[in-house]
T-cell receptor
Framework: GENVEQHPSTLSVQEGDSAVIKCTYSDSASNYFPWYKQELGKGPQLIIDIRSNVGEKKDQRIAVTLNKTAKHFSLHITETQPEDSAVYFC??????????FGAGTRLTVKP | NAGVTQTPKFQVLKTGQSMTLQCAQD?????MSWYRQDPGMGLRLIHY???????DQGEVPNGYNVSRSTTEDFPLRLLSAAPSQTSVYFC???????????FGSGTRLTVV
C-alpha cells in the first residue's frame, strides 16, 4: 500500500512569517493529494487538495505544490496567524480509495 | 445536513469486551473509512468501503470487523477489546473520484 512521510513533525513560526510542510509518497499511481487541518478535540478538516494533473494550487493564504517525478508535495501558508495553529496532515490516494495519511505536523504560530 | 455522525463520543471497555462504534453519513457518499489516531502516528486506516456490500482492509485491520449494508452506515466492531486498541477513532466519508473526506468528530475509546 501507499506510504506517506511528512516533515517536520513540529514547526514554530512568528505571526506573519511563512510555514512550509513537506510530504513524500511511495505509490506512483496515487493521483489525489489532500491536506487536512485538525484542531484540538475535533476531526480533521479538508483545507486544500491537488490532483496529479496540476502542479500548483492556491487558495488565499495557502498553496500546495506537487512534483510527480520526485513524488513529493508541499503545503505553504503565508502571512501566518495565531488561528493557523493546529496539526496539519497530508494524504495520498488513488481517487478516494484507500487514503493514507502522513504522521502530522504540529504548527504553532507565536503572536 | 448532519454530515458524518459518530456515536458514542466516549467509551470505556474492559479487556475482552466487544462493542460497535457507529458511523452514519447523510451526504450519499460512496466511500467510507475508519481510522484510528494515536499520538505521533497520525491517522492509520483500519477498514474502508467503496460502496454498499463492499469492504476492504487497510493498514491495521486486526481485531476489527466492518460491514456496509447501506450507503449511509458503516459500523466498526471490536470483537474482543485489548488495551492496544485504546485510541481515538474517526469515521470519514467521501465522493467517488477524489474530493477529500468529511470526518466525524471522533470516538475516544479506552480499554482497561
Amino acid at each position: 500500500g501507499e506510504n506517506v512521510e511528512q516533515h517536520p513533525s513540529t514547526l514554530s513560526v512568528q505571526e506573519g512569517d511563512s510555514a512550509v510542510i513537506k510530504c513524500t509518497y511511495s505509490d506512483s499511481a496515487s493521483n489525489y493529494f489532500p491536506w487536512y487541518k485538525q484542531e484540538l478535540g475535533k476531526g480533521p478538516q479538508l483545507i486544500i487538495d491537488i490532483r496529479s494533473n496540476v502542479g500548483e494550487k492556491k487558495d488565499q493564504r495557502i498553496a500546495v505544490t506537487l512534483n510527480k517525478t520526485a513524488k513529493h508535495f508541499s503545503l505553504h501558508i503565508t502571512e501566518t496567524q495565531p488561528e493557523d495553529s493546529a496539526v496539519y496532515f497530508c494524504a495520498a490516494s488513488r481517487g478516494n480509495n484507500d487514503m493514507r495519511f502522513g504522521a502530522g505536523t504540529r504548527l504553532t504560530v507565536k503572536p | 445536513n448532519a454530515g458524518v455522525t459518530q456515536t458514542p463520543k466516549f467509551q470505556v471497555l474492559k479487556t475482552g469486551q466487544s462493542m460497535t462504534l457507529q458511523c452514519a453519513q447523510d451526504m450519499n457518499h460512496e466511500y467510507m473509512s475508519w481510522y484510528r489516531q494515536d499520538p505521533g502516528m497520525g491517522l492509520r486506516l483500519i477498514h474502508y468501503s467503496v460502496g454498499a456490500g463492499i469492504t476492504d482492509q487497510g493498514e491495521v485491520p486486526n481485531g476489527y470487523n466492518v460491514s456496509r449494508s447501506t450507503t449511509e452506515d458503516f459500523p466498526l466492531r471490536l470483537l474482543s477489546a485489548a488495551p492496544s486498541q485504546t485510541s481515538v477513532y474517526f469515521c470519514a466519508s467521501g465522493r467517488q473520484g477524489g474530493y477529500g473526506y468529511t470526518f466525524g468528530s471522533g470516538t475516544r475509546l479506552t480499554v482497561v
